[in-house]
């Protein structure tokens, strides 16, 4: 039995990256043809977990909601973070699911996992439309603790406590980092700043075996891998789906695009004059700064 | 404080030998290597032997690995066929050295280091994690302490929190910095090294295969010696890996600070060679000049489907010439047939050539410049191969070895790392480290090595090699000007007593007789001159200028500089400006420049810099080496 029993919340969502986005003619994302990844932001997450891996000999369980098709998600995080059990909520009930619904299928999820949960690691938000609830709501149906922003954590496994560090922006105040003691079990949502550090030995080993532990599994996925339907998983269906999301959208807009102020040229830098052109305008730039 | 048994500082091709050897024997071992990943700062030519001599006996690859080597190891080709080249402008002369090759020999192959030390490193990982141990890349050791008071020996590296050892084995390379901060040994001076530099040119399997009369996996090795030195003492070789080329040249320091000439002229030497240029010609893209009176956007998309569709001919193109790219193919269900594949090809040539003004010339596609200093083995191996409770082993301990027209480190190094394993798993046995005890230990069982005691008898044998492979060359060829040694190759009298007299001679006046710029340039011109066959160039090969391949490299760049110049004035340095192969020194104000970017960790101005190699991660990344 391992001290640590940690879970990642995580989401598939659209490749935003060059070659793999499509686009509608009138402007909206082309779901049908655009690829679909592991959100960036639930990597992030699913670093974070590795850390409690390879530090604390964690056992990772990572849970999503989704079409069938986002276990191809899950087997991603678990490339990242060597988990033990991948859980996948899939049912046509939850479709059209707001974050408050999410949160009640992931929660109901996240008390499935094996060994009692004691951190739950999640993303900051997701890359297609989301907006950082589904997070907090989860932390408050499960009653945890909820941490925002971590960029750094550490477990205490004889206090039972993590102490973590969130980055605190606030508008016209500079970041600050505040320092957080907070007893198990507790919700993260992970800073995009979060970054591991391994500096011993016994550290950078333990990452390597973890490493290779976490491609043979993740070649083999689909032996870690439990789907389960709304029944399965037992969730009131009053609080799943469609009819569990209070929220209405009512109308999608377009942003509107800004006017551009400034004028763009073209230049092809394979062309010397056109590289010319570049450094003289740059010329002209820099000598119109006045340095102080 | 951590605290383990071994650390093995480098994970070259020796480091990861002697962490495999280390954990075959159940000892727990840690392997530091500078580079992001293991393979990535490694320089080879190379052909890896497997040796079995006559007497004695060495600890080979196989050895090490066991026989999963030999059906796993991602090898390029089994080298079969070994000729000597003489070079005279567009005369070539070629004498069949394969009794050379297959002298005291189980195989050699043809290696690429990135790939080769990659599986040797999974290998080895896998065997260390079973006792605690394992590799750690991105992690450069700048220091040791020798705490005598608590008797214990502290490891400090620029990433990693220190840490505790029992002893150590430093693999780190002939520009060894554990040498010097251990005061095992001083620099190595320019007689005691060569400078090694070399290309990687692209050409598909069949290709090969078809030009060098090579059946599938079989390799061949061509060396070269005459004008494409350009008056250097070394020579040229040109091994086939499975679908690349490895050329390259390698001249002894000294030679070349007498007469100092760019790392790439030398190498560019070779590339116009006719028979060379001859071997690595492909059919290359071109693009036309792009039409500017079209719309901007339009020329940047022309420009991109252009690459686009260059990038799908040459993957497609590759696959289609190879055994194994074909069958995937066929298996992955894209394609229905070879001629399906070829029919693809060709639409996707016809689109280039028709829709986009792309031509097809002769050329050759060249994808790495590398270089790196090698230790002449016979001046500079260290004779006392350990320092308190340190043992050094391969490039790190001047172990390369020209036996005959080639270099011979690998295995060298691998036979070290045998021997410091052992050494060290009977010291842990003991619990003593003492140099009396582990140090003195592995120097006489170095001693024993054949590599070590039968140097000189292997150097004889070859002569001897060299001299019936040569019997045909007609007497009055080489005139009484040039060397003693060369002379008698051309008496039939002598030549059967020419060992013998080698014998009287003296191995150590026999060197560099055999050594000179007789051996390597004058006669083998001679030879060419007068017995070589012309070979006509079919096209003038393109060779990228030193900036084009500096920009092909991948670098990790560090702002901090890694080498700093002491001595702006230093005549050395002065030399350096043309003998640094990437360009990185130049002389403004009478005062010798650094700009450290694009420095490839070569190790050619480490005589006279303060020469590190660059923190962990850092620095140039080699995807074949
Ligand atoms: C052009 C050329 C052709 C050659 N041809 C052949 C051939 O055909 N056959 C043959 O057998 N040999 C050949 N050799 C020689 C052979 O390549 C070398 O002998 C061999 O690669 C040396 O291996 P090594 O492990 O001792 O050192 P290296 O491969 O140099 O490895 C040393 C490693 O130590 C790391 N390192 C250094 N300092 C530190 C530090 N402070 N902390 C952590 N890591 C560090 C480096 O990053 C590097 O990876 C050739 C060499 C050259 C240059
Ligand atoms: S700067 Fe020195 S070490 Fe770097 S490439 Fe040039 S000669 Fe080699």
């Known amino acids: 039995m391992s001290d640590l029993n940690v879970a990642i919340v995580i989401k598939l969502e659209p490749d935003f990256s060059e070659g793999n986005v499509s686009y509608n003619p009138d402007g909206t994302l082309n779901r049908a043809e655009t690829k679909n990844t592991l959100g960036p932001h639930s990597a992030i997450a699913a670093h974070a977990a590795f850390y409690s891996k390879v530090m604390y000999d964690a056992k990772i369980s990572i849970g999503t909601m989704g ?34 619904a999410t949160a009640e299928v992931l929660k109901t999820g996240i008390e499935k996992m094996q060994g009692k ?59 600050i ?57 037992g969730v009131d269906l009053k609080f799943v789906g469609l009819l569990g999301s209070p929220t209405i959208v009512y109308k999608v807009e377009r942003i509107p695009k800004g006017k551009a102020t400034r004028q763009a040229e073209i230049l092809d830098g394979s062309n010397q004059e056109d590289l010319r052109k570049a450094v003289a305008k740059m010329k002209e730039a820099l000598s119109a700064m006045v340095i102080k | 404080m951590e605290k383990y048994d071994v650390a093995i500082i480098g ?27 293991i393979g990535s700062k490694n320089v080879s030519g190379g052909i890896l032997y497997s040796k079995r001599p006559k007497k004695g006996h060495v600890h080979n690859v196989e050895d090490v690995y066991g026989d999963i080597f030999l ?30 090759h297959e002298y005291e020999s189980n195989f050699g192959y043809s290696v690429l280091m990135n790939k080769l030390n990659g599986w040797f490193a999974e290998q080895a990982a896998e065997s260390a994690q079973r006792f605690g141990g394992g590799i750690i890349s991105g992690v450069r050791v700048n220091s040791i302490e020798w705490d005598e008071k608590n008797d214990r020996t502290i490891i400090r590296t620029d990433e990693l929190e220190e840490f505790e050892v029992k002893a150590i084995i430093a693999a780190d390379g002939v520009n060894s910095e554990v040498a010097q901060i251990s005061g095992a040994r001083p620099k190595f001076t320019p007689e005691q090294l060569y400078q090694g530099v070399k290309v990687v040119v692209k050409l598909p399997e069949d290709v090969i295969n078809t030009r060098f009369n090579l059946i599938p996996d ?18 040229g070789f040109l091994y086939t890996n499975k679908d690349t080329l490895s050329i390259g040249a390698v001249y002894h320091f000294d030679s070349l600070l007498a007469n100092p000439t760019e790392p790439y002229t030398l190498v560019n030497s070779l590339l116009k060679n006719p028979m060379i240029s001859e071997f690595i010609k492909d059919e290359v893209p071109t693009r036309g000049k792009i039409d500017k009176n079209l719309p901007q956007e339009e020329q940047i998309r022309n420009r991109f489907a252009i690459t686009k569709l260059i990038k799908s001919w040459r993957e497609l193109r590759e696959a289609y010439l190879s055994q194994k790219g074909k069958n995937d193919l066929l298996k992955s269900g894209k394609y229905q047939s070879v001629d399906e594949i070829k029919e693809q090809l060709d639409s996707i040539h016809n689109q280039l050539t028709q829709k986009y003004d ?12 590398s270089a790196k200093l090698v230790p002449d083995g016979k001046r500079c191996r260290m004779l006392k191969p350990y320092n308190k409770n340190i043992l050094f082993i391969g490039d790190a301990a001047g172990r390369g070895v020209f036996v005959g027209p080639r270099i011979e480190g690998l295995n060298i190094g691998i036979d070290d790392a045998f021997r410091a394993a052992e050494a060290v798993a009977r010291a842990l046995d003991k619990n003593n480290f003492d140099p009396n005890y582990l140090g003195e230990y592995y120097a006489t069982s170095v001693d024993e090595s054949p590599y070590t005691r039968d140097m000189k008898q292997i150097d004889k044998d070859y002569l001897k090699i060299f001299l019936d492979a040569t019997k045909d060359i007609p007497s009055d060829i080489i005139s009484t000007r040039y060397g003693a040694v060369l002379k008698l190759m051309s008496s039939d009298t002598f030549r059967s007593v020419a060992v013998k007299f080698a014998n009287i001679l003296g191995y150590e006046r026999l060197l560099p007789m055999v050594e000179s710029e007789d051996t390597y340039v004058k006669v083998p011109i001679e030879i060419a001159k007068r017995l070589g066959k012309t070979i006509q160039p079919t096209y003038t090969p393109s060779i990228p200028s030193i900036a084009d391949r500096v920009a092909k490299l991948n670098f990790n760049d560090d702002n901090n500089s890694h080498i700093k110049v002491t001595n702006p004035q230093s005549e050395f340095l002065k030399k350096i400006i043309t003998l640094c192969p990437t360009k990185c020194y130049s002389l ?25 190699h660059p923190r962990g991660e850092k620095g140039v990344v080699y995807q074949y080496g």
């Not at chain 1, 800073?191 to 973890?210: H, I, W």
């Open chain 2, 11 to 37: 994970g070259g091709s020796a480091g990861l030998a002697a962490l495999k050897q280390l954990s075959n024997l159940g000892k727990q071992a840690v392997l530091l290597e500078a580079g992001n990943k």
């Open chain 2, 358 to 369: 792309v031509s097809f010339v002769t050329d050759y596609v060249e994808v790495e410049y």
């Open chain 1, 67 to 100: 079409p069938p098709i986002a276990d191809s998600s899950l087997q991603m995080a678990q490339r990242i973070c060597d988990a033990e059990e991948l859980h996948l909520y899939s049912d046509r009930i939850f479709a059209g699911a707001d974050t408050l």
């Open chain 1, 117 to 175: 949960i004691d951190i739950v690691f999640a993303g900051h938000r997701a890359s297609d439309g989301e907006t950082g609830q589904t997070g907090p709501q989860t932390a408050w149906k499960l009653g945890f603790t909820f941490l925002g922003n971590v960029i750094d954590y550490k477990v205490d496994l004889k206090e039972r406590t993590v102490i973590a560090k969130r980055m605190v922006s606030l508008q016209g105040f500079n970041d």
């Open chain 1, 177 to 233: 980092v505040e320092e957080i003691e907070a007893p198990l079990p507790v919700f993260i949502s992970v800073d995009p700043a979060y970054k591991a550090n391994f500096n011993t030995v016994l550290q950078r080993l333990s990452l390597e075996k973890y490493k290779k532990e976490a491609k043979i599994r993740s070649d083999n996925y689909k032996h870690y891998l439990k789907v389960f339907n709304a029944q399965q998983l």
């Open chain 2, 588 to 612: 403004e104000n009478q005062q010798v420049m650094l700009q450290h970017e694009g420095c490839i960790e070569c190790g050619t101005c480490s005589q006279e810099t303060d020469w590190k």
């Open chain 2, 218 to 235: 079989e390799g061949i090795a061509h060396l070269f010696a005459g004008d494409i030195t350009l008056n250097h003492i070394g020579g």
């Open chain 2, 71 to 100: 059906s796993e190891a991602p090898f390029e080709r089994k080298i079969t066929k070994y000729i000597l080249h003489s070079t005279s402008k567009d005369k070539v002369y070629s004498i069949d050295l394969t009794a050379a």
